[in-house]
């Protein structure tokens, strides 16, 4: 029972479409409307806008944005980038080769807010592969996997644990990036 009342208190939103970027920027910041999709369909134009060498534009590029899918979202991470710097975060991009090991998570709230993971997916049967943001934080000393595809946070009992999720993101061929409180490096 205790459990799940602290779960309770986890902000938490699931997925819809591909706005999965969407969900684990909100999950991140623990707020329904950290961002909103009008405000990430702003941050993708205006990165598009201010692009030295532009695209060509086709019929496609109606729905095909540089930065995003306008229909169903799917964001790209200069769009994660220029959000988190909007909120004054600061954001790093861990060097895979050190692994999991060479991040920081026992240290203070106040240097890493928490880490967004890219990891690729494979979705119906495998015919349709993609990639997939997800949100960890720590929140009261527990870190959690805000993956917005899960029912619900996912605790992990130990930091180790945090460690071989991480480095399982890295083996399978995904991104970490650690979300930063500081931006200007104070």
Known sequence: ?????IRAEIYHERQRLQFCLLHALNNLFQEKDAFTRADLDGIAEKLSLDDPTPDRWTPISVVFKPHHNLITGNYDVNVLIAALERK???????????????IDLE???RGLMGIVVNIPVRRFGGLWKGRHWVA????DGVWYNLDSDLKAPKPFNHVSDVRVFLDSVILEGGEILLVMNDKQGD
Not at 1 to 5: I, P, S
Not at 91 to 102: C, P
Not at 136 to 139: E, L, Q, S, V
């Open 136 to 139: 960890m934080r720590k929140i």
């Open 1 to 5: 029972m205790e459990e799940q009342q």
């Open 88 to 102: 004054g975060k600061n954001v790093v991009w861990h060097d895979r080769r050190n692994g999991a090991s060479s």
């Open 107 to 109: 240290g203070s709230e």
